[in-house]
């Protein structure tokens, strides 16, 4: 990867920070956050941050045949915001939500291009309510890679191939071996 504002906001000594950013495919109303303060615009589209209010567990890297979950997180959300959540949750479940990483400068001025890191399909919203104003909402989102049509038997994996034969060796290093593999496509123009 090549970023050359970055480098050179930081070789110029200027304050650097990386920030994410997280596009939610809600049904009707597609919503952009960030995790700052204020909104910015990157590659022209306005980002609204949620700053202190809002969580992301680890991005899962998808290494040795699993297809991990994220959760994104909601604090102190006001009871207005829980009762049109849960009304509208048919909205949210089965649609995708995508994260990058962007670089940016002070004051909030992005650097390069954003950084895409990934993509899940997001699942029903839970709420939680711990007193009179801790309520949470949270939505954990599956890979786009994860079949939940599939047991975890039916997968070309280490996992399948010992259900199917113990010891058999075949699947054990194919994460290993597939790590850094370039495939050249074809150009037909």
Known sequence: ???????????????VAIVTLVYFDFVDDPFRAWTGAGTIVVNEQTWYGLG???GISALPLGVGDSAGQ???TLSGVDPEIVALARSESNKVQNRRVSVWKQFL???QQ?????????????????????????????????????????REE????????????AGDKFFEFISEITTGVKVLWPDHN
């Open 105 to 107: 400068s002070a004051p």
């Open 70 to 72: 994220v959760s994104f």
């Open 1 to 15: 990867m090549n970023f050359p504002d970055t480098i050179s906001a930081a070789a110029r000594g200027d304050k």
């Open 110 to 150: 992005p650097l390069d291009l954003p950084i895409y890191m990934g993509a899940w399909i997001m699942m029903a919203p839970k709420f939680t309510f711990s007193g009179p104003s801790g309520r949470t909402i949270s939505v954990s989102a599956r890979s786009i890679f994860d079949d939940r049509q599939l």
């Open 154 to 165: 039916d997968y070309y994996s280490d996992r399948r191939q010992q259900a199917i034969l």
């Open 52 to 54: 202190e209010l809002a």
